[in-house]
């Protein structure tokens, strides 16, 4: 079997397994562990269900952004009609209160930054 | 087949794939099969068909030199050549693939020809089918990269850069790419074009219309799935982080649509080698592009050249001499 521009075939084909291997190459080691967002001890449900929270959440937040700060409107009928403030600092927060051992677990891993921060302000995580 | 029956075998084949996945994997529930099993056969295919496509391009002798020459070759000094156009060296070669490559500089030469009333013959110059093919693939490619963030923990600085880059209008929740769309307007352009252009239309075949329809699909249930049919997002990951580091994990209650648009990919990657689409490799090896126009400063001698018994006149003569003196005829040698 005779191959022609071999010297710039086998580089070239070189460079293409080792771009579409290089997924594999990266993660040699082994997958990293995937993320355990720390969950509140005392509470036992969020405002919706854990699917809908796990898929839906920044949907969510965003939605309640509109409602409070455009219509003004600060209930919200949540899981089983319960009725809860639509607050991120006030409501999220006060169960999930850390910022570093919750939500930054998860976004870290899938590599988002949420703008959430950009107005609110960060829990102190010392606290 | 005619153009409509090859749009609706494509259409119908993206649907039955799509059912198929929606069954298999969402309603059935065979996870593993399509969230491990069919990834990786699709990805072995892709990467072996494309090897040995290459090997069997590399094992076909180009003898001479046919590159299309577009412009002035070099000749008199004093001759203006156009180096790029009709590259005489390996720099220029590597100018003209680089132009071709990034820029697709073949199709932003494409010159419509019109005939009006006179009779007078037009030539214009028509860039929508450059627009529309560099739209689409920068799109795909940004998308392609983009996706790293699924196979690679942290995720690489240039990603995230290029995330911000492509939702740096900041609309929306999860934030809104561009690439996506731009991908979706292009595909739709191109495959309106292919279809409503009478010449077109009349060349297409099934293989022309499914990869578009396919692609389509493909964008359009990842966007399904990042702004509407929410998933488990970290499900989602640690099932592609798992394929990449060859230990493959199910997460349970990730949403089907997830396992349509892996299975579309996953035709996608194994449909790939053994269809126009391999002209992700070809584009390389066009002897029309990738070869220098020097048939006049280089000897080119074809491989194949078989050693062929010649028998010259003067050997002839040689031979014969005593014969054609007796005839009468004229020899060189006496």
Excluded at chain 2, 74 to 93: A, F, H, M
Excluded at chain 2, 143 to 158: Q, T
Excluded at chain 2, 159 to 168: A, H
Excluded at chain 2, 224 to 241: A, E, H, N, P, S
Aim: net charge positive; aromatic share 14%; charged share 15%.
């Amino acid at each position: 079997m005779k191959i022609y521009d071999a010297n710039k075939i086998i580089p070239g084909l070189l460079i293409l397994v080792g771009l579409f291997t290089f997924p594999f190459l990266y993660n040699i080691g082994g997958a990293a562990p995937a993320p355990k967002p720390e969950l509140p001890k005392e509470q036992k449900t969020c405002v919706q269900s854990l699917a809908f929270m796990k898929a839906g959440h920044m949907q969510l937040l965003n939605d309640w952004r509109d409602q409070v700060v455009r219509q003004a409107n600060r209930v919200y009928v949540g899981l089983d009609g319960k009725e809860f403030n639509p607050s991120l600092q006030n409501t999220c927060m006060e169960c999930h209160t850390s910022k570093v051992k919750f939500c930054d677990q998860c976004h870290n891993y899938a590599g988002v930054t949420p703008y959430c921060w950009d107005c609110h302000i960060a829990p102190k995580e010392n606290q | 087949m005619n153009p409509k029956e090859s749009v609706v075998f494509s259409l119908v084949a993206v649907v039955v794939l799509v059912l198929l996945s929606w069954v298999g994997a969402g309603l059935i529930g065979m996870h593993f099969l399509f969230g491990v099993l069919i990834p990786y056969l699709a990805f072995a295919i892709f990467l072996f068909g494309m090897v040995y496509r290459i090997v069997g391009w590399a094992r076909s002798p180009v003898p001479f030199r046919i590159p299309t020459t577009c412009g002035q070759q070099k000749s008199l000094p004093w001759v203006k050549w156009s180096p790029i156009e009709n590259p005489v060296d390996t720099k220029g070669v590597l100018k003209r693939m680089f132009f071709e490559v990034f820029l697709f500089r073949s199709l932003f030469r494409n010159v419509k020809l019109e005939l009006r009333e006179g009779p007078k013959l037009l030539y214009g110059s028509a860039k929508w089918l450059w627009l529309g093919a560099i739209a689409f693939h920068y799109a795909f490619l940004v998308i392609l990269i983009r996706h790293f963030r699924f196979f690679s923990e942290p995720v690489a600085g240039l990603v995230r850069g290029l995330e911000g880059l492509d939702g740096f209008l900041e609309v929306g929740v999860p934030r809104f790419y561009l690439s996506g769309a731009v991908l979706l307007a292009a595909i739709a352009y191109l495959f309106a074009r292919r279809y409503l252009v009478p010449q077109l239309k009349y060349i297409s075949l099934p293989a022309d219309y499914f990869p578009l329809v396919l692609i389509f699909s493909i964008g359009l249930t990842g966007i399904l799935m990042r702004y509407f049919i929410k998933v488990d997002i970290i499900g989602v990951k640690q099932m592609t982080l798992g394929l990449a580091a060859l230990q493959p994990t199910v997460v349970e209650g990730v949403g089907s649509i997830f396992y349509i648009h892996i299975f579309l990919v996953s035709v996608l990657f194994a449909y790939f080698p053994f269809s126009k689409l391999v002209h992700l490799a070809g584009v390389f090896l066009s002897p029309t592009r990738n070869l220098a126009n020097n048939s006049r400063f280089v000897r080119h001698v074809n491989p194949w050249n078989y050693p062929v018994k010649t028998h010259t006149y003067d050997e002839y003569e040689e031979e014969f001499r005593e014969k054609m003196i007796e005839a009468g005829l004229p020899v060189e040698k006496e």
